[in-house]
């Protein structure tokens, strides 16, 4: 079964300073991948998404990720952090041969120091 | 982009009592549902998935008698939790697909379920 590791609890950044969240995924073949945010009591918002082709994705609110096969990995990165990023950041995975079901890593935290 | 809506967004019921939550999809069709279960600073947990006239399918562990998944159109799918205790106290949050197989989901706002 397919696995996804968020490696990082919680994160704080200075507001302005840059920004990289950590995503491993445990499978076979190549998922689909997407990284989704998540303000307090809210639901998910999809950031971006991999199926295929170019590698660096780009999403909303400046936010990109970037698929690297070899080290199973689709971390999000963003240059320049402001203080409405803060909130809940998932990683998730999804197969074709699972009924398209996604599993979702455990969350990064993201606190925005002034 | 597609929007999907949770009704209510809040509900606090007495131990014992069944409570419904409704996830509609507004402005596309959605053939499969998901419903998942999130607790204090952790991840989704994946509970059913449901497709539009058919039997949802519950994930290991997720007590089908105990929380009762309809999809009777492609644009609502009702969640009841039945004889609710206090440990079902929770976030819900459903998604919706446009299509089969994978591809993006769409999330609802999530239901905030207190049992007392």
């Known amino acids: 079964a397919q696995s996804v590791t968020q490696p990082d609890i919680h994160i704080t950044v200075s507001e302005g300073a840059s920004l990289e969240l950590r995503c491993n995924y445990s499978y076979g073949a190549t998922p689909y991948l997407f990284w989704y945010v998540q303000s307090p009591g809210q639901g998910l918002q999809l950031l971006l998404k991999?199926?295929?082709?170019?590698?660096l994705v780009q999403g909303i609110k400046g936010f990109e990720a970037e698929f690297k096969r070899s080290q199973s990995s689709f971390n999000l990165r963003k240059p320049s952090v402001h203080w409405s990023d803060a909130a809940e950041y998932f990683c998730?995975?999804?197969?074709?041969?699972?009924?398209?079901?996604?599993?979702f890593g455990d969350g990064t935290t993201l606190t925005v120091k002034p | 982009g597609a929007v999907v809506s949770q009704h209510p967004s809040r509900v606090i019921c007495k131990s014992g009592t069944s409570v419904k939550i409704e996830c509609r999809s507004l402005?596309?069709?959605?053939?499969?549902m998901f419903w998942y279960r999130q607790f204090p600073k952790k991840s989704l947990m994946l509970m059913a998935t449901s497709n539009e006239g058919s039997k949802a399918t519950y994930e290991q562990g997720v007590e089908k008698d105990k929380f009762l998944i309809n999809h009777a159109s492609l644009t609502l799918s009702t969640l009841t939790v039945t004889s609710a205790h206090p440990e079902d106290s929770s976030f819900y949050i459903c998604?919706?697909?446009?299509?089969?197989?994978?591809?993006?989901?769409?999330f609802g706002p999530g239901t905030r379920l207190t049992v007392l």
């Open positions: 991999y199926f295929s082709g170019d590698t």
């Open positions: 402005d596309f069709q959605a053939t499969t």
């Open positions: 998604s919706a697909r446009e299509g089969g197989g994978a591809g993006e989901q769409f």
């Open positions: 998730a995975v999804e197969v074709g041969t699972n009924a398209g079901k996604s599993t």
